[in-house]
């Protein structure tokens, strides 16, 4: 009996999970991504953005300080394929700011911290040889 009931359990678990996933074909229109990355280029104050943008859209890249005012931006043109965009950073001073990149549908935003490295002294030690 105890079999009986694990096994009517089981099968209504199975079926009311295969129900839930029984989707129709509107309920699938797949939503184009953007896909979004923030770096710095080697040996220079400046930043890189780079987009992957799957719609058919216009994507703007704002770089905002703690207060959400904006300091830079820059527009992408609807592209197939990676587009970059690149922002001097030389100017700004250390702290957290913010890289919002948006085309209308979708928003992401990126923190950036900015923190110059103190340079360090090291001691040196002269040796005379005679």
């Known amino acids: 009996m105890k079999n009986l009931i694990a096994s009517l359990a089981l099968a209504m678990l199975v079926t009311g ?9 509107d309920d699938k229109k797949e939503k184009a991504v953007m896909q979004t990355a ?5 040996g220079s104050t400046k930043l890189n953005v780079v987009v992957a943008n799957g719609t058919n859209r ?3 890249v704002r770089l905002l300080d703690q207060k959400g005012e ?5 527009f992408m043109g ?7 965009a690149r922002f001097d950073i030389s100017a700004l001073e250390d702290g957290v700011y913010l890289v919002e990149i948006t085309n ?3 928003k992401e ?7 110059t490295s103190q340079p360090e002294v090291a001691s040196y030690r002269s040796i005379a040889m005679n």
Not at 78 to 84: D, E, G, I, R, Y
């Open 104 to 106: 209308g549908e979708t």
């Open 78 to 84: 609807k592209a197939s394929k990676p587009t970059k």
């Open 38 to 42: 923030i770096y710095p280029s080697a």
């Open 70 to 74: 904006m300091l830079a931006s820059q």
């Open 58 to 60: 216009s994507v703007a």
């Open 17 to 25: 999970t295969s129900f839930a996933a029984d989707h129709t074909a």
């Open 109 to 115: 935003i990126k923190q950036l911290t900015l923190k």
